[in-house]
């Protein structure tokens, strides 16, 4: 049963930092590609960034490009999204996703 437990969210100032991680249980992890998603309130999920099985290859949504860092560690089956710099516009649930399955989401609120 794939399992994907995220952590790591909270409240964090405007220009602040915040690292949320992805703990993935159930399946052989180092295979596949991993993502972290968000959603806003009374807005759509939006994929933030992707990362490949080996880690080598990464994709970052526009809005967030240069910004955030997304990281695995194979051996720890789990991920990282590494935030700098936030925005309130960065105000989400995030989510962790393989395929099918999702995690339940941690909330980062970006205020002052």
């Known amino acids: 049963q794939v399992q994907l437990v995220e952590s790591g969210g909270g409240l964090v100032q405007p220009g602040g930092s915040l690292r949320l991680s992805c703990a993935a249980s159930g399946f052989t992890f180092s295979r596949y590609a991993m993502n972290w998603y968000r959603q806003a309130p009374g807005k759509e999920r939006e994929l933030v960034a992707w990362i490949s099985p080996g880690g080598g290859t990464t994709n970052y949504a526009n809005s967030v490009k240069g910004r955030f860092t997304i990281s695995r560690d194979n051996a720890k089956n789990t991920m990282y999204l590494q935030m700098n710099s936030l925005k309130p516009e960065d105000t989400a649930v995030y989510y962790c996703?393989?395929?099918?399955?999702w995690g339940q989401g941690t909330q980062v609120t970006v205020s002052s």
């Open positions: 996703n393989q395929g099918r399955a």
